[in-house]
Nanobody
Framework: QVQLVESGGGSVQAGGSLRLSCAASGYNFRYGSMAWFRQVSEKEREGVASSRTGSTYYADSVKGRFTISQDNAKTTVYLQMNSLKPEDTAMYYC?????????????????WGQGTQVTVSS
């Protein structure tokens, strides 16, 4: 059973940085995709960034500030978040798929982590 475990969330002031990590237990996504989504309360889950071999995708709202990366084994995905803004405050979820996904459609991802909270204060 695939399990995704996120870590690295927390509270930071605007302009600060955080690095999120998501580790997949016992599986690699070498030929698939791993991604980050975020959700505020009952609002729709928003795609933040995704990665597959040779391609990365970013939401316009985070381009130039966030960077997604994976380890060589393709079992862990990271999200480096710089120049954080209060509007980045959300629960951040890691997602993964054994199939390569183009873009940030949440319904394309089968596996999800439990989420890690990011809070940015002004």
């Amino acid at each position: 059973q695939v399990q995704l475990v996120e870590s690295g969330g927390g509270s930071v002031q605007a302009g600060g940085s955080l690095r999120l990590s998501c580790a997949a237990s016992g599986y690699n996504f070498r030929y698939g995709s791993m991604a980050w989504f975020r959700q505020v309360s009952e609002k729709e889950r928003e795609g933040v960034a995704s990665s597959r071999t040779g391609s990365t995708y970013y939401a316009d709202s985070v381009k130039g500030r966030f960077t997604i990366s994976q380890d060589n084994a393709k079992t862990t995905v990271y999200l480096q978040m710089n120049s954080l803004k209060p509007e980045d405050t959300a629960m951040y979820y890691c997602a993964a798929s054994f199939a390569p996904i183009r873009g940030l459609a949440s319904n394309a991802y089968r596996y999800w982590g439990q989420g890690t909270q990011v809070t940015v204060s002004s």
